[in-house]
């Protein structure tokens, strides 16, 4: 969901006239930070970028520096004290002023500091400059109506609010139409979608009226939530042919009571009941999660009840949390807060398990055939003239012998996996076929496409939002706020 707010941010200052200048600080005229606030490192990460721009920004004083997004609607007050030389903040609900603040920074010499205490436009009314010509997020409502006692996006983003299906179809469509083949449907927990229009099936209907949609080739969701999971959902996924058979779930913990402490509205039982459901409706199904290890009050016993869900649950890849006390949290006055050195201890053996089955489950995939999409910026720098790297069906990143004929990222390649590791697939033999898509064609136009100049420079510098993921971890495209 982040990734998608720098992606309008980007939109909005080149629909202004901004051009963008690159990853190097050093020419840009505008430098715009999109913060999240789920885990500690993304403070230090900012203050930190912050004070390396003092000296640029000292020895350029034209130059100007933007803070936004979560961090930004937390640390209102904070950040111009602790960072003077930052010349605007604005929150996560007033992202299309970002612009006009600028603007008014720069005629006024003065830091401008504005926070909207709710959303003033759904956020996709605004002009997105897509970082991909072949697939797109498409968020379906912001907010979150949860109130899990480690998590401070609620308070951030405020109560879930709902975009009406009609616009979203419309914009999905639209986006077929530029090219896209793929879509990923967004919200901080996207399959409530619905909640405040009174559907309990809204979702379930959204993903099959997706299906419809002639030209979409491929449709994920990120990240739902147990609590909604319902066998329409399921059902939905198992018999709309564009669904794809992957599911990200966050588990947080395998532990009822430190799911109960956590207000997680679910418990061992039922999880593992929504995983039954979905392996015998999409057997092939990869599923992957988040999981916290040290939250308050964590024992032992809590910790293997944990371990035993992974595996019994068997996940494709799971991304793992030391849990980070969030100053406003419940959590963070909680008794039992557990010693480093215990969590890291932990910590290394859930990786190390989730290392061994993701493994596993991968070595099931070898002699498979899979249609994969060509993608950008995935294949390997150390043969990256030989090979070539894109998604399978479940989201599973494979690499690919370079094909005898030219291949475009938003292509489709049909290929046999020869090999597998715990994080990757490789398809050792070049494809059987190659399918030339409007995608490819779309990424073929704009990467010819000459720039225009424009007003001054920016570059976009987006934070990672929560943390790495574990080392032996595949990190997603984008990981954006996955913990809630």
Not at 184 to 210: H, I, P, W
Not at 259 to 274: F, N, P, V, W
Not at 374 to 383: I, L, N, P, S, Y
């Amino acid at each position: 969901m982040n990734v998608h707010d720098s992606e309008r941010m980007s939109g909005l200052l080149e629909q202004a006239g901004y051009v963008r200048a690159g990853k190097d600080a050093e020419t840009a005229d505008v430098v715009v930070f999109n913060t999240c606030a789920v885990r500690e490192n993304a403070d230090n990460r900012l203050y930190g970028n912050l004070g390396q721009l003092a000296p640029k920004k000292a020895a350029r004083p034209g130059m100007q520096i933007a803070v936004g997004g979560c961090l930004a609607q937390k640390d209102r007050d904070t950040i111009t004290r602790r960072a003077p030389w930052v010349d605007v903040v604005f929150g996560t609900h007033n992202v299309g002023k970002l612009p006009v603040l600028l603007e008014r920074a720069r005629v006024e010499r003065e830091a401008q500091v504005e926070i909207a205490e709710s959303l003033e436009a759904f956020p996709s009314t605004l002009p997105t400059r897509r970082e991909s010509p072949y697939a797109a997020w498409v968020s379906v409502s912001v907010g979150c109506n949860n109130t899990c006692t480690f998590c401070i996006v609620p308070a951030l983003r405020g109560k879930e609010k709902d975009r009406r299906p009609g616009d979203v179809l419309a914009e999905v469509e639209a986006l077929v139409g530029e090219g896209v083949l793929e879509i990923t449907l967004l919200g901080q927990n996207v399959n409530a979608y619905g909640s405040d229009m009174g559907d309990r099936e809204a979702f379930s209907k959204l993903l099959r009226a997706c299906g419809r949609i002639e030209g979409l080739e491929r449709v994920r969701f990120t990240s739902p939530h147990p609590r909604d999971f319902t066998d329409d959902v399921i059902e939905a996924m198992a018999q709309t042919p564009n669904v794809m058979p992957q599911l990200h779930m966050p588990l947080q913990s395998g532990s009822s009571r430190l799911l109960k402490a956590m207000r997680r509205s679910y418990r061992q039982e039922r999880y593992l009941g929504i995983i039954e459901k979905v392996r015998a409706a999409m057997p092939d199904a990869a599923i992957s999660t988040d999981i916290i290890v040290g939250f308050p009050g964590e024992t032992d016993e809590d910790f293997e009840e944990t371990l035993h869900v992974v595996r019994q649950a068997r996940f494709a890849q799971a991304f793992t949390f030391q849990y980070s006390k969030r100053p406003g949290t419940p959590a963070a006055e909680m008794d039992g807060q557990v010693p480093k050195a215990v969590v890291q201890e932990r910590y290394e053996r859930l990786v190390a398990l989730q290392e061994e089955i993701s493994w596993e489950e991968n070595k099931r995939q070898v002699g498979r055939t899979v249609e994969v999409l060509v993608a950008e910026g995935e294949g390997r720098k150390d043969d990256a003239t030989r090979r070539l790297s894109g998604r399978a069906p479940d989201n599973r990143l494979v690499h690919f012998a370079r094909p005898g004929q030219p291949v475009r990222p938003g292509d489709m390649v049909t290929v046999e996996i020869s090999y597998a590791a715990p994080h990757h697939l490789l398809a050792e033999a070049p494809p059987s076929a190659v399918r030339r898509t409007r995608a490819g064609d779309a990424w073929e136009l704009r990467n010819a496409a000459p720039s225009a100049a424009a007003k001054p420079q920016g570059v976009m510098l987006g934070l990672p939002t929560i943390g790495a993921p574990a080392p032996t971890q595949a990190a997603e495209p984008g990981g954006g706020c996955s913990v809630c």
